[in-house]
Structures are given as structure tokens and as C-alpha cells.
T-cell receptor
Framework: QQQVKQSPQSLIVQKGGIPIINCAYE??????FPWYQQFPGKGPALLIA?????SEKKEGRFTISFNKSAKQFSLHIMDSQPGDSATYFC?????????FGKGTRLHILP | DGGITQSPKYLFRKEGQNVTLSCEQN?????MYWYRQDPGQGLRLIYY???????QKGDIAEGYSVSREKKESFPLTVTSAQKNPTAFYLC?????????????FGEGSRLTVL
């Protein structure tokens, strides 16, 4: 009930391509779904987040798609760049509880 | 600049020794957290504190201890009882418990047991 399943574990995409990272949650009580970006040797940083009352949110080249009925959400990176190479974590939260996915290591080839 | 400062960035410890990791924030956040990160394991919650002088165990608290004597500080002690302490440790904070999804992380401390 408390898991957030993230896939794929790793992803390699050519520069300019659109990597897609998927997450699925079980507990319908979650009401906030953030994505964090982590560069090697650094702490994660909040990238973009969505609430379940909207189906899509865009911030620059990053888009979250949200499917409430399927309990799934995904991150798309448009026109991906080598600087986007990082580990991405999805999460689901409610009040003082946050559950993280296990992360996707993304590599963008130049 | 506001943020979270973790120190030391790298730490080596002999087996059987306790070690304390520092976490200081100047964001005026009420809630602070410690996470452990291992390759392929994601972020696992060790301890969290929502207010000064109060803290709760997370999912993997065994072998760890914390204190929260000041709002700005939340040190983590890795004790000799922790069986596999080599990991990357992350401290985080958020405005209060209602904003747990919006965590601010420090840059981490990498602990290696020799």
C-alpha cells in the first residue's frame, strides 16, 4: 500500500530525445507527487511536482503526466541534453509522509 | 544564502567506532530528516523531527541516534550497533510537516567503514 514503483532502473537516450520515466503508486490518499533530480555526489533537488487534480504540468522542458484512475504518473524530458544526465526519483506524499521510488539513472548521449 | 549544510562531506570510520554527522539549516524550517542512500535502494528514512526536542524513528532507525536541541541543527550519530554503516547520508528539511513533499536536501555525507 505504501510503495512507489519506478521504472526503468536506468535509461540511455540520445541528445534531443525524450526520456520517459514511469511511476506507479498504490495508496490513493497521496495528494502530492514530486520529482527530484540528483547529480552525482550531490543531494536531490525538487524538480517539478503535481497534484492529482490536474493531468499534466509543464515546467520548461520537464513535463509530468498524471493518470489518477491508473494510479500512475510519468516524467518526460523534452529536447534532452547531456546536462540532464542524473538520477531521477519520483515520490508520493501526504501530510508528513513521503515515499520515494528507487530512482532512475538517466544518461543522455552527446 | 539559505540552505542546508552537512559535514563532513567524506568520513572514514573504523569498525566499532561511533561517528556523528552534522546537519545545520538556516531556512527556518521546522521539520528535519535523515535519509540513507545505497545504490539501487532509493532513499530510506532513518529519523525525522518535526519540532525541537522531539523526533521519531523512520524505517531503518536501528543503530542510529539523533538529537534536536536547536531548530537549526539535527545531528545524526551512527553507532557501532549499525551493522552496515557504509553509505551516503542525506539530511533534509521542510517548512513543516504539511510540506513533506517539498524537501530541501543537503549535499550529503559519505561514510566509509574501514
Amino acid at each position: 500500500q505504501q510503495q512507489v514503483k519506478q521504472s526503468p532502473q536506468s535509461l540511455i537516450v540520445q541528445k534531443g530525445g525524450i526520456p520517459i520515466i514511469n511511476c506507479a503508486y498504490e495508496n490513493t490518499a497521496f495528494d502530492y507527487f514530486p520529482w527530484y533530480q540528483q547529480f552525482p555526489g550531490k543531494g536531490p533537488a525538487l524538480l517539478i511536482a503535481i497534484r492529482p487534480d490536474v493531468s499534466e504540468k509543464k515546467e520548461g522542458r520537464f513535463t509530468i503526466s498524471f493518470n489518477k484512475s491508473a494510479k500512475q504518473f510519468s516524467l518526460h524530458i523534452m529536447d534532452s541534453q547531456p546536462g540532464d544526465s542524473a538520477t531521477y526519483f519520483c515520490a508520493a506524499s501526504k501530510d508528513d509522509k513521503i515515499i520515494f521510488g528507487k530512482g532512475t539513472r538517466l544518461h543522455i548521449l552527446p | 544564502d539559505g540552505g542546508i549544510t552537512q559535514s563532513p562531506k567524506y568520513l572514514f570510520r573504523k569498525e566499532g567506532q561511533n561517528v556523528t554527522l552534522s546537519c545545520e539549516q538556516n531556512l527556518n524550517h521546522d521539520a528535519m530528516y535523515w535519509y540513507r542512500q545505497d545504490p539501487g535502494q532509493g532513499l530510506r528514512l532513518i529519523y525525522y523531527s518535526q519540532i525541537v526536542n522531539d523526533f521519531q524513528k523512520g524505517d531503518i532507525a536501528e543503530g542510529y541516534s539523533v538529537s534536536r536541541e536547536k531548530k537549526e541543527s539535527f545531528p545524526l550519530t551512527v553507532t557501532s550497533a549499525q551493522k552496515n554503516p557504509t553509505a551516503f547520508y542525506l539530511c533534509a528539511s521542510t517548512l513543516d510537516r504539511a510540506y513533506t513533499g517539498e524537501l530541501f536536501f543537503g549535499e550529503g555525507s559519505r561514510l566509509t567503514v574501514l
